[in-house]
């Protein structure tokens, strides 16, 4: 390791007092008792606490902005920007100090300074709601309140410089945090701060240049935390490095909050955009990402009735464009199930990092095995595969989240693997590394430790295999699936029970419902709709009657041993009733069993895929399927697996539909564990069975 990662992993300095600081701010939350509930107390407390930073960071050049102003409205915001200093200014004469001096106005007042600012922080204002909060503030009287005491914590910046206020607003969010719904959750900062390390430790070492520039993005943004802490590892390793920070958001409030950050981080805030990263075009679309770190929501539908609107088009026309420029543009390869875009937002990230860009994305379970073989997600699966874009998986015990308790996994993506890496996936099962907090948070009850951290990273840079690190070939996990069918070889039977049977046959079924019929029948008055309905079951139920009473005429204690010739019975039996050679097939199928002494049935007709191969014709009521990994030859899977069973099975495989891919991380790490002996229990049992009985006889004697 060099000496610049051997510095790593680092961790966030706990040497920044800020408690004092945010407890203040925490207080002033019992204002709002009785006016708010709790969980609502964010909607002023938040907006407040960033107003009073920016003002505090304007002061200093306020009145020269207002002069500007004053002299010229029409002044560009450019000059009023240089004149403050900052990416934004304010060009009210109101200051949060100055609005005591008229307290049957604040209201007003105050909604005039809101006004006063520029573009940027309006932006703030309103994603965040605020402006509903004033007149909920005034109307309860709190509004003045409320100003007093933020007017009087000093956040001026040679007060409080960046890296302290960036403490100070993450804990403030972190602690609003801690009842936000499952799905939306914040990112714990230990968890980030794993990601990073893991994303360092393995990085481009031309990256940390001095003046190099660093790019690195999260498309599911929320408050900004992995960005923020990604930069601050960076310049910890190298401060003379140019890190920027490119977040995509889409909720308001967080946007909100996340670009308020960017601002009080002195951040460029442009780069911090309102956008729904799988509908709308890509902000940054001239720029590729050095760095991808996210943490995007679990189960948010992208399609169907529960998706916003646009959505669903949007996705399917960007799969279009990938596949008609052979994924020169677009991003999307594929699409999972419309209930659950993890894997939508991993290929996003993928698509924007650099030729050695590198990525940390969060997932649930799901995006590992879902799916089947056609299915969006295994196609996704096997495309990282396949392009050998996929490092590492490491998975984390459940309760780390505030609102959640499941398990979660790092995907870890590599655009340019180092030689040892290449054509290979690592896992790293640290379920075992937490230490249990000492006052739950929610659903949160675990959190990772320092040496936790350290020990991961360990392990991941060793790339050396033990009990809780496997290294596999990346073919591993891709498969072929095999269709397999055995011979029709099946005796029919013309019985009370068989014919019975053929009522489930599908076109049978749909012909007569006797629920259906009697519903309508007792119904007064009808529809002219709901009387055709009727009418059209009766006619069912006469054709349906005509039908098994057909077949009534053939029943015999004698078995068909050949499938062939009992569907020419069958067919002879229903020559006056009007079915289609499709109807006759099933209503065989359904009157017959399969039966090993049956005769099997040939024929001079030509292969055909899933249905006759070599003179023999299969039975489509057996098919079945096979995975055989890419890593495995077919016949020796079948001798082993299937032929010691099936003796006569055959398969076939689809070039077009049959490869896919699943990544069954748990089960390599499956440790079996023998239950307890019969007599052991037994033993444990009769012991119980004793304390019982003594604890009775005590208290007879009581």
Request: without cysteine; aromatic residues 10%.
């Amino acid at each position: 390791m060099s000496k610049l990662k051997s510095q790593l992993p680092l961790f966030q300095k706990n040497d920044v007092n800020i408690s004092s600081d945010v407890n203040t701010v925490w207080s002033i939350a019992n204002t709002l008792r009785g006016a708010y509930r709790a969980d609502k107390y964010r909607d002023v407390i938040i907006p407040m606490f960033v107003l009073a930073r920016l003002e505090a960071a304007l002061l200093p050049t306020k009145d020269q902005v207002i002069a500007a102003y004053k002299k010229d409205k029409k002044t560009p915001e450019q000059i009023l920007e240089d004149i403050s200093g900052y990416k934004y200014y304010n060009t009210s004469p109101f200051t949060l100090e100055n609005l005591q001096n008229d307290p049957d106005a604040i209201e007003e007042n105050f909604l005039a300074y809101l006004d006063g600012y520029s573009k940027r922080v309006k932006d703030i204002i309103e994603n965040l709601k605020f402006k509903e909060q004033v007149h909920t503030l005034a109307q309860t009287g709190r509004l003045f309140t409320v100003i007093k005491k933020f007017s009087k914590i000093d956040l001026s910046p040679s007060t409080v410089d960046s890296m302290r206020m960036g403490y100070m607003f993450e804990d403030i969010i972190r602690r609003f945090s801690e009842n936000e719904e499952a799905g939306s959750h914040y990112t714990p900062r230990e968890v980030i701060a794993l990601m990073v390390n893991l994303l360092l430790v393995e990085a481009d070492e031309e990256l940390f240049v001095d003046k190099r520039i660093v790019k690195i993005l999260d498309m599911a943004a929320g408050t900004g935390g992995m960005l923020a802490t990604a930069k601050s590892y960076i310049r910890r390793l190298n401060s003379e490095v140019n890190v920027l920070l490119f977040g995509q958001e889409y909720l308001s409030e967080t946007y909100g909050i996340g670009r308020a950050d960017m601002l009080i981080r002195q951040e460029n805030s442009d780069y911090f955009v309102k956008t729904d990263t799988l509908k709308d075009g890509d902000p940054f679309a001239d720029k590729k990402m050095n760095f991808v770190i996210a943490n995007p929501p679990f189960g948010q539908s992208w399609g169907g009735k529960d998706a916003d609107d646009g959505v669903e088009q949007a996705v399917k026309k960007d799969q279009e464009l990938f596949e008609a420029t052979d994924g020169r543009q677009g991003r999307f390869v594929n699409t999972p199930a419309t209930g659950d875009a993890q894997l939508l937002f991993h290929l996003h990230g993928l698509a924007k990092l650099e030729k050695n860009g590198r990525a940390a994305i969060i997932s649930n379970g799901s995006p590992l095995f879902s799916g089947g073989t056609t299915s969006g997600e295994s196609q996704i699966r096997r495309y990282i595969l396949e392009n050998d874009l996929l490092e590492a998986i490491i998975a984390l015990p459940g309760q780390f989240f505030y609102n959640t308790g499941i398990g979660i996994y790092i995907w870890i993506y590599n655009k340019n693997k180092a030689p040892k890496r290449q054509n290979k996936v690592q896992f790293i099962d640290a379920t075992e590394e937490f230490v249990p907090l000492r006052k739950s948070l929610g659903q949160k009850r675990r959190e990772l430790s320092e040496d936790n951290i350290r020990q991961i990273i360990q392990w991941y840079h060793n790339f050396e295999e033990n009990d809780h690190v496997k290294i596999f070939d990346d073919k591993e996990f891709l498969y072929k699936e095999y269709i397999v069918m055995q011979p029709l070889q099946r005796r029919g039977r013309i019985t009370e029970d068989t014919i019975e049977k053929v009522k489930s046959v599908p076109f049978v079924a749909k012909l007569y419902d006797e629920y259906q019929y009697q519903e309508l029948l007792e119904m007064e008055p009808r529809t002219a709709n709901d009387e055709k309905k009727l009418q059209d079951l009766a006619a069912g139920k006469t054709k349906q009657e005509q039908l098994l009473n057909a077949l009534r005429l053939g029943i015999t204690d004698d078995s068909y041993p050949n499938f062939e010739e009992f569907s020419k019975v069958i067919r002879e039996l229903l020559s006056e009733v009007k079915v289609t050679p499709a109807n006759v097939n099933a209503i065989a199928l359904a009157m017959s069993e399969m039966d090993k002494t049956a005769e099997i049935v040939t024929t001079t007709k030509k292969d055909k895929f899933g249905e006759i191969a070599d003179g023999i014709v299969y039975d489509k009521t057996t098919k079945d399927s096979e995975i055989v990994k890419l890593t495995e030859d077919v016949e020796d899977y079948f001798a082993r697996e299937v032929y010691p069973h099936v003796p006569d099975a055959h398969y076939w495989f689809d070039e077009e539909k049959g490869y896919g891919a699943e990544i069954p991380f748990t089960r390599y790490f499956y440790q079996y564990q023998a239950p307890e002996s019969a007599d052991k229990l037994l033993a444990e049992f009769y012991e119980l069975e004793e304390e019982l009985q003594n604890l009775l006889e005590e208290l007879k004697h009581d």
